[in-house]
């Protein structure tokens, strides 16, 4: 049995905060009420329904905070198991062989559906309830909304001339563009601190900073108001100096983008302009393709959709 609680924010809230892993507060326990721990933790994009959710289909495009107030969304939460905690494979068969109509597993005192099990991947996916409103909530994720912030100390020395602040560990300084996490899970750091959030394997996200630390010598790009990945889990894109894509070819034939699981996964879509779109595609699918392109620093993007491209990197193969 799965049981979740829905997701509390302010409207202005940041929405990539929801797709960060500290933000799922799943609990999961079997037959006997032991608890079940899950390896890894995927929030996907935000839909207007619960069927559209769970199918990932119309995906909404809100842009980069939530500004409707009473506002309620839809989020798939793909967890990932390990074998010997749950076997999803030998649920699937005994759902398949039931002989009664009891569910063998249920998502919040709900019946699952088959879309929520992926046994390939032995993972489960739900789906959870975004309730957006200007009253007070106790959720850690907006952290634009937290007035103890370093923003809002009189003391802080980060905003200077030259776009350069210092403390006694980091050197800061402007720094725009995207940086892609590899095929891992990249872990964040607060301005001082561990965090306990991380970014999905193979995502994108936008930059505006970058530090270097004066005692070790990492180096961060800052992904949120208050959180940085470290630059060796990602690979950082400047903004592209030219008019976005270029070299724009109609490909002959019948072509398609594959990409690798597991479905959680989600893959960066750009437009022709070069900048990012704020859908994606889920791992573990196949696109249609008809054009071509590439970017400033030559990397090979394929349209899938009348104004999304998706970058040739690891996971995606042009077929």
Request: hydrophobic content about 30%; charged content about 20%.
């Amino acid at each position: 049995m799965l049981s979740l609680h829905p997701l509390m924010l302010k409207k202005g809230s940041d929405i990539v905060n929801t797709r960060l892993s500290d933000s799922i507060d799943a609990k999961i326990t079997n037959e006997a009420g032991t608890d079940v721990k899950y390896k890894t933790a995927v929030a996907g994009q935000l839909y207007a329904s619960q069927n559209d959710a769970i199918h990932q289909t119309s995906p909404l495009n809100l842009g980069g905070t939530f500004v409707n107030d009473d506002a309620t969304y839809y989020q798939p939460v793909t967890l990932t198991f390990d074998k010997d905690a749950v076997n999803v494979d030998q649920i699937w068969q005994d759902w398949q062989n039931q002989t009664g109509n009891d569910s063998v597993i249920t998502l919040n005192d709900k019946d699952a559906q088959k879309a929520n099990l992926d046994k390939d991947a032995n993972s489960i996916t739900y789906v959870r309830a975004i309730h957006v409103g200007d009253s007070e909530t106790s959720d850690d994720t907006n952290t634009d909304d937290n007035t103890n912030t370093d923003d809002n100390n009189t003391n802080d020395n980060s905003n200077t001339d030259d776009n350069t602040s210092t403390d006694s560990t980091w050197t800061t300084v402007d720094q725009k563009g995207v940086v892609t996490v590899g095929n891992h899970v990249a872990s964040l750091t607060n301005d001082q601190s561990d965090s306990s959030r991380s970014l999905a394997a193979n995502s994108a996200w936008q930059t505006d900073k970058m530090r270097v630390n004066t005692e070790t010598g990492r180096e961060q790009y800052r992904v949120s108001t208050h959180e940085w990945v470290n630059a060796e889990d990602v690979n950082f894109a400047e903004p592209n100096t030219t008019a976005g894509l270029q070299s724009i070819t109609n490909l002959s034939g019948s072509h398609s983008v594959s990409l690798a699981g597991p479905t959680g996964f989600v893959y960066a879509l750009f437009n022709a302009n070069g900048g990012r779109s704020n859908r994606g595609l889920s791992g573990n699918s196949a696109w249609y393709t008809d054009k071509s392109a590439t970017d400033a620093q030559g990397n090979t993007y394929y349209r899938v959709s009348t104004d999304e491209w998706v970058q040739l990197s690891t996971g995606v193969t042009f077929n």
